[in-house]
C-alpha cells in the first residue's frame, strides 16, 4: 500500500476486536475470537486512536505533539499497516 494511501486511511478495530485495559496486568489488551493480545509500550495509546474517524496522518499528528521527538511519522503507519494486514484493524 502506498504511503499516501495508509494516511488517508481511517482506521478502526476489526469487527469482533476489542481494546480493553487490564488493569491486574497494568496494560492494554486487544480481545479477539479466541486471542488476547497483549500490547507493549504505546500499542494501546496508538490503537485508542483508531476509532474509525481520524486519518492515520490525524493519529500521527496526535501522537507527535503528545510525545514530542518519538519518531511516529515513520513508525506508526507502518505499525497500522501490520496490524491491518493481521486483520485487527479495518
Keep these: 500500500?502506498?504511503?499516501a494511501a495508509v494516511a488517508d486511511w481511517r482506521p478502526g478495530p476489526a469487527p469482533a476486536v476489542v481494546l480493553r485495559h487490564d488493569r491486574?496486568?497494568?496494560t492494554d489488551l486487544l480481545l479477539l475470537p479466541e486471542r488476547v493480545v497483549v500490547l507493549k509500550g504505546a500499542a494501546g495509546t496508538i490503537?485508542?486512536?483508531c476509532d474509525g474517524t481520524r486519518t492515520v496522518g490525524d493519529i500521527v499528528s496526535e501522537l507527535a505533539d503528545r510525545f514530542p521527538g518519538a519518531p511516529v511519522?515513520?513508525?506508526v503507519p507502518a505499525f497500522l499497516d501490520r496490524l491491518r494486514t493481521e486483520g485487527w484493524l479495518r
Excluded: E, F, K, P
Design 1 to 3: 500500500m502506498s504511503v
Design 24 to 26: 491486574a496486568r497494568g
Design 47 to 49: 490503537l485508542g486512536l
Design 73 to 75: 511519522a515513520g513508525d
